[in-house]
């Protein structure tokens, strides 16, 4: 595309500091902000482990949808239907607009509003599978919250707690239906607890690794509605760089898919 052609659709897409980046393993174009949201490696992977059935007549909910990275991405793995939930005004108008510039309106959806009132647009026990990359970080009185409110609210549990997303998920999903969430090590016993308390029963597990040799910073975990205790499996790791700092061949094949 000429730069006259570039900058119509910069003009046309793109609000303030926003720019155009590319989600490259699903040939799709996603609106990022540096001072709003940006996604991570996080939802690449979570849209990686989430397995989807490609069939047209499921129900897909991605919740925390952010600027719909975990959407976008899930659109290149089904057919199905996929509705994006956000509290961030801004952030769901940017996903909005970047599901309008990838022409994945019949498919793909967004929905502005608060986790907790999921059931008011999406009826209780009527979806397939349900994605989540939550607010990683508890807030009791001390903690220390990113200044930028917008980043604070995608990072800390400031409008929504561990608890309500397992429940918020276990009343979307069907009898069977499938729950995946990324989240940090550090909180999985918490994660554990708040599942099985809402009727989601652990089934895979992944850890990954920035580096060989290091702690374990990303957690990958899937759950079954009404599913029976048994059965549960730990997954091989994922270690994410090598000693120089680029990606290992397994995550580049996640990043960017197979190459030619």
């Given at each position: 595309?000429?730069?006259?052609?570039?900058?119509?659709?910069?003009?046309?897409?793109?609000?303030?500091?926003?720019?155009?980046?590319?989600?490259?393993?699903?040939?799709?174009?996603?609106?990022?902000?540096?001072?709003?949201?940006?996604?991570?490696?996080?939802?690449?992977?979570?849209?990686?482990?989430?397995?989807?059935?490609?069939?047209?007549?499921?129900?897909?909910?991605?919740?925390?949808a952010?600027?719909?990275?975990?959407?976008?991405?899930?659109?290149?793995?089904t057919?199905?239907?996929?509705?994006?939930?956000?509290?961030?005004?801004?952030?769901?108008?940017?996903?909005?607009?970047?599901?309008?510039?990838?022409?994945?309106?019949?498919?793909?959806?967004?929905?502005?509003?608060?986790?907790?009132?999921?059931?008011?647009?999406?009826?209780?026990?009527?979806v397939?599978?349900?994605?989540?990359?939550?607010?990683?970080?508890?807030?009791?009185?001390?903690?220390q919250?990113?200044?930028?409110?917008?980043?604070?609210?995608?990072?800390?549990?400031?409008?929504?707690?561990?608890?309500?997303?397992?429940k918020?998920?276990?009343?979307?999903?069907?009898?069977?239906?499938?729950?995946?969430?990324?989240?940090?090590?550090?909180?999985?016993?918490?994660?554990?607890?708040?599942?099985q308390?809402?009727?989601?029963?652990?089934?895979?597990?992944?850890?990954?690794?920035?580096?060989?040799g290091?702690?374990?910073?990303?957690?990958?975990?899937?759950?079954?509605?009404?599913g029976?205790?048994?059965?549960?499996?730990?997954?091989?790791?994922?270690?994410?760089?090598?000693?120089?700092?680029?990606?290992?061949p397994?995550?580049?094949?996640?990043?960017?898919?197979?190459?030619?």
């Amino acid at each position: 595309m000429n730069g006259q052609g570039s900058e119509l659709i910069l003009n046309q897409w793109l609000k303030g500091d926003e720019r155009l980046d590319r989600l490259v393993r699903a040939n799709l174009d996603i609106i990022q902000s540096p001072t709003v949201f940006s996604y991570s490696l996080d939802a690449v992977l979570l849209a990686h482990f989430a397995n989807l059935p490609r069939y047209s007549k499921a129900k897909i909910v991605d919740l925390c949808a952010g600027n719909g990275a975990v959407g976008l991405l899930l659109s290149e793995k089904t057919q199905s239907p996929i509705i994006g939930i956000e509290l961030q005004e801004r952030l769901a108008d940017m996903a909005q607009r970047s599901i309008q510039l990838n022409h994945l309106d019949q498919q793909v959806s967004m929905i502005h509003g608060a986790l907790k009132d999921a059931t008011q647009w999406i009826p209780k026990d009527s979806v397939d599978v349900v994605t989540c990359n939550p607010p990683y970080f508890s807030t009791p009185v001390t903690s220390q919250k990113n200044p930028n409110i917008h980043l604070a609210i995608a990072r800390h549990e400031i409008y929504t707690n561990l608890n309500e997303v397992m429940k918020v998920t276990s009343d979307l999903l069907k009898m069977n239906g499938k729950a995946y969430f990324v989240h940090r090590p550090d909180r999985l016993v918490e994660i554990l607890a708040a599942m099985q308390k809402n009727r989601l029963a652990p089934k895979r597990m992944q850890l990954v690794y920035p580096k060989e040799g290091r702690e374990a910073n990303i957690l990958l975990i899937e759950g079954i509605k009404d599913g029976k205790d048994t059965g549960f499996r730990v997954m091989p790791p994922l270690t994410v760089y090598s000693e120089e700092n680029d990606y290992l061949p397994e995550i580049r094949e996640i990043m960017y898919g197979k190459e030619a």
